[in-house]
């Protein structure tokens, strides 16, 4: 478990970065850290993109439902205009925010704040995903959280997808997503090219 070098900035800021596969307890862990800094009676601000709403606008929510406020803002800037008093900012789904994220985390560590960011690692395909890779290399500390495979049950690291939709951002839960691990993820990719191929062939 990760012990906090500290539990405010004290002007001495950090970053740190929470980052793995959907399912794998980030926004969890996120709020587990933020929680820690209120006991401890010191200020702390949430952010997430306006882009996920999927359960609520205002509250950040887990998929076990702990929950803490959180303001929606659909640019990283405003970050920096609303969150002028905080000792501690937490920014969940940073891999959704624009990549002027990583100045706005760094300007606000270097301010002697901490700043904790979850994120999703990678997108559906495996790929890199948004500003997250530019995240955990200027991080202090960086976090892996890891899944469980839900066809073998060992350790997921990947997001697959089970539709067909192939924009990198489709918000979902599991209707559309479930946590795999390498070997299972590359078998249902290979399964679905298989029928993808099987309907383009009907449809001649
Ligand atoms: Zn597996």
Redesign the pocket.
């Known amino acids: 478990m990760f012990i906090e070098p500290g539990i405010a900035g004290d002007n001495r800021g950090w970053i740190e970065v929470i980052c793995g596969s959907m399912f794998s307890g980030k926004t969890e862990e996120l709020i587990r850290r933020l929680r820690r800094v209120q006991i401890a009676n010191r200020k702390v601000e949430l952010f997430k993109p306006e882009v996920d709403v999927r359960y609520d606008a205002a509250n950040i929510v887990s998929h076990n439902s702990s929950t803490m406020q959180g303001i929606p803002v659909n640019n990283s800037q405003n970050i920096l205009l609303l969150a002028q008093e905080a000792d501690v900012i937490g920014i969940d789904e940073a891999q959704f925010f624009d990549s002027e994220i990583v100045n706005v985390c760094q300007t606000l560590a270097n301010k002697g704040i901490r700043v904790i960011v979850a994120g999703l690692d990678m997108d559906f395909m495996g790929r890199p995903f948004g500003p997250m890779p530019q995240l955990m290399a200027i991080a202090d500390y960086v976090t892996k959280l890891h899944a469980i ?6 350790i ?1 690291s990947l997001s697959f997808r089970k539709t067909t939709e192939n924009s990198q951002f489709v918000l979902g839960e599991s209707d559309k997503y479930e946590p ?6 590359m ?1 249902g990719m290979r399964e679905q090219e298989e029928l993808a191929k099987l309907s383009s062939k009907n449809s001649f």
């Not at 795999?180 to 993820?185: G, T």
């Open positions: 495979c839900v066809q073998c049950g060992h997921a795999r691990c390498r070997k299972c993820y078998e």
